[in-house]
């Protein structure tokens, strides 16, 4: 350890690099500054109400309380909006799996007419801002009796380009003469695509799943839209209509709530990390 | 999306391109073009058509031209979304794109816990809209909330009501913001300085270049390409402003961060004004693809 640090530039020439530790100073203030709210949001959701406004701030409290977490749970649905959300990101992520991996196939390998004015037209709905969908997907769903079902809040979601594309870019890489011997074997598309495509791209799926996951999982202005029943209102929905709004409520609840909603997602990440990584640099879009 | 584009005149394995290989390609994309179709095109398409009719959340469309375009440039609602929505987009773009390419030199630098800052900063990326406004609104709150009390540490007084006076409200939107969504840029920009070749900048520093004239004449052309679609995608995003100002703030105090996205919400879902809706969508896409036009030209993309 001590060896390598030694190693480290900072101690270059056998003395401190000042422009070095300048930069660890700032590495270091970055990680305060992005890491601090989430301290501040759990260290909040335990402290009694007697410490909540306790001025200067402290850190932790002096007799730490998991109450409002289970009070949480008694004055909002919060299981209900859980099992919602999962329920719909289940739906778009495998709806947008299987469409996506299908689609990506000819894309990237085939040659047909009407391939180039396809791929044009996907790639350019990146740019389409979706407030213009509003509207008529609102009017659509309520036409056809869908609003408040967990179709009219997951499929419309899976139509995003962003898989098709991932895929698509994947698929480019994977070697021809793969695809070539599978051939000779008599392959059909439909088994070159399970046997040697789908096989090869283990880390592009789980990239667009648990991109889609994500997405879905904190999607709020469509959900807003569409749901007004506690049947399918999701997390994000139920947090901002009940319990974000203006804060007027037992700030322990309040924070224990929006606590409740974020440490499943940063455990998630955790994991994954590596897969969040890949998708925003592969695309560029946020979940 | 270059590498997409250079292949596509590529010849690929079979050589014969006849109806059954067509029938075949599009037997693969038929379910997700049924998606794409039903949920984007087509109310893409009836969008643009609404915004000239009058329509109500029942009953039948009716066309009126352009009306509703000119109820719109005349309404000084909506006038005033389109300015509040503007301000944030000067005041949340720059910085995040700034920042953004900032934040990948830092952890592109071989440091130690590079890493774990990477990841630290990465983390809001999965957080809710719903539960960071609820965490800025308490970290933002005037006379207990952690900003305020170290900005009075550092000399800054009085406190500051952030989301309370209409001057200091859409800056603590955008503050808010940064804080939650640079990570996107930061990542793109990081996979951008990753497939710099080393060799660049061997050869530059042999020729005497300093660190500030590596990075001005060797990473950021390099990495023009990757603005070219970092910048707009921001630009797009912050015109789109939505979830937070409806946490935190419902557009007020005095409307100062009332923004389109919250016009269309409330025209379209709390008075069912369908097709005025439409209209502000349309000029919400509009402005979007002038900028994107006008900033692609500007880099000499197209």
């Given amino acids: 350890m001590s060896q390598s640090w030694r190693n480290d530039s900072l101690y270059r020439d056998g003395s401190l690099n000042p422009g070095r530790l300048a930069l660890y100073a700032i590495l270091f203030f970055v990680a305060i500054v992005w890491g601090v709210p989430f301290i501040w949001m759990f260290v909040t959701s335990i402290k009694p109400d007697t410490e909540v406004f306790r001025y200067p701030p402290t850190w932790w409290p002096e007799q730490p309380t998991l109450e409002f977490y289970t009070r949480l749970f008694e004055s909002f649905p919060m299981l209900a909006w859980f099992r919602n959300s999962l329920i719909v990101a289940v739906i778009t992520t495998s709806l947008t799996l299987v469409t996506n991996v299908l689609a990506g196939y000819p894309l990237a390998r085939m040659r047909f007419r009407g391939r180039r004015i396809i791929l044009l037209i996907i790639l350019s709905t990146f740019l389409l801002p979706g407030e213009i969908l509003l509207v008529p997907l609102f009017l659509g769903m309520v036409n056809f009796k869908l609003a408040n079902t967990y179709f009219s809040i997951a499929v419309p979601a899976a139509a995003n380009a962003f898989g098709v594309f991932l895929m698509t870019q994947f698929f480019l890489t994977i070697p021809v003469e793969l695809e070539e011997a599978g051939r000779l074997d008599g392959c059909s598309r439909l088994g070159l695509l399970w046997r040697i495509f789908i096989p090869l791209s283990g880390p592009a799926i789980a990239t667009v799943a648990i991109f889609t996951f994500v997405r879905s999982w904190n999607d709020f202005f469509w959900p807003l839209v569409i749901s007004n029943t506690d049947a399918t209102r999701t997390v994000p929905v139920g947090l901002a209509i009940f319990v974000g709004r203006g804060l007027s409520m037992r700030f322990g609840v309040i924070m224990a709530s929006a606590a409740a909603a974020t440490i499943p997602a940063v455990i998630f990440f955790l994991m994954l990390q590596r897969y969040f990584v890949r998708g925003i640099s592969t695309t560029g879009l946020r979940g | ?302």
């Fill in chain 2, 1 to 302: 999306m270059t590498s997409v584009a250079k292949t596509m005149d590529r010849p690929v394995t079979s050589s014969r391109a006849s109806v059954r290989n067509d029938l075949v390609a599009y037997a693969f994309m038929a379910p997700y073009l049924v998606l794409f179709i039903l949920f984007l095109l087509l109310p893409a398409i009836v969008g643009i058509y609404a915004s000239f009719t009058k329509w109500g959340i029942i009953g039948e469309p009716q066309w009126v031209g352009l009306r509703n375009y000119d109820k719109l440039i005349n309404s000084e609602i909506f006038i005033e979304s389109l300015q509040n929505t503007l301000y944030f987009v000067i005041l949340a773009a720059i910085p995040l794109i700034v920042l953004g390419f900032l934040l990948a030199l830092l952890v592109h630098q071989k440091l130690r816990f590079r890493n774990i800052a990477r990841a630290i900063v990465f983390l809001p990326h999965v957080v809710s809209v719903a539960a960071v406004g609820i965490i800025f609104q308490w970290i933002l709150e005037r006379s207990s909330g952690l900003l305020n009390y170290y900005l009075g540490v550092l000399g800054v007084n009085p406190p500051i009501n952030w989301l309370g006076e209409p001057e200091s409200a859409m800056p603590a939107i955008a503050i808010t913001t940064i804080w939650w969504t640079v990570n996107g840029n930061m990542i793109i920009y990081l996979a951008g300085l990753q497939d710099i070749p080393e060799t660049l900048y061997e050869s530059a520093r042999i020729d005497g270049a300093s660190g500030w004239q590596l990075t001005r004449h060797i990473t950021i052309p390099m990495l023009l390409p990757i603005s070219a679609f970092v910048i707009p995608l921001t630009v797009i995003a912050c015109w789109r402003v939505f979830g937070q100002v409806f946490v935190m703030t419902r557009g007020g105090p005095q409307g100062a961060t009332f923004t389109v996205a919250q016009f269309i919400y409330e025209t379209a879902f709390v008075r069912f004004n369908m097709g005025l809706a439409s209209a502000a969508g349309v000029i919400l896409m509009l402005i979007t693809l002038g900028f994107t036009v006008v900033q692609l030209r500007a880099m000499k993309v197209i």
